[in-house]
């Protein structure tokens, strides 16, 4: 995995953002956590570039973002922060909260489809 120069600035944002987790957020990494899903290995809150992802899964490139209602606002922003990531060989996929608060079954069905492996 490439090294990326992350600033200090960057991580202690990273490192605030992991204590004050949203509850969809929280709910998303009870199921990522600890290779719980399929073994993967996700990091949550992970600087990458000049941006923080919610969750990274590195050895599959997959960044996972969940959006609350503010994104609506912002889509010109997303729409550029995902082209950089791709850009970067990153894949983004992006879940409202309410998606992961309603069925967390189908955003970890979608999030195994991406990386190519069937859902349980």
């Not at 120069?5 to 960057?10: H, I």
């Not at 503010?70 to 950089?84: F, N, P, S, V, Y």
Request: proline share 3%; aromatic share 6%.
């Amino acid at each position: 995995m490439p090294h990326y120069s992350v600033s200090r600035r960057l991580r202690s944002n990273a490192r605030r953002m992991r204590s004050d987790m949203t509850e969809a957020e929280l709910k998303l990494w009870n199921e990522l956590r600890a290779g719980r899903l399929e073994g993967l290995q996700f990091r949550r809150q992970m600087p990458i570039d000049r941006y923080i992802a919610d969750f990274a899964c590195p050895n599959h490139k997959l960044i996972i973002e969940v959006d609350g209602s503010q994104h609506g606002e912002r889509r010109t922003e997303d729409a550029e922060r995902t082209t950089r990531l791709a850009a970067l060989g990153w894949t983004v996929l992006r879940f409202w909260n309410d998606d992961v608060l309603r069925d967390i079954d189908a955003v970890c069905t979608h999030i195994l489809r991406t990386i190519g492996r069937n859902a349980p």
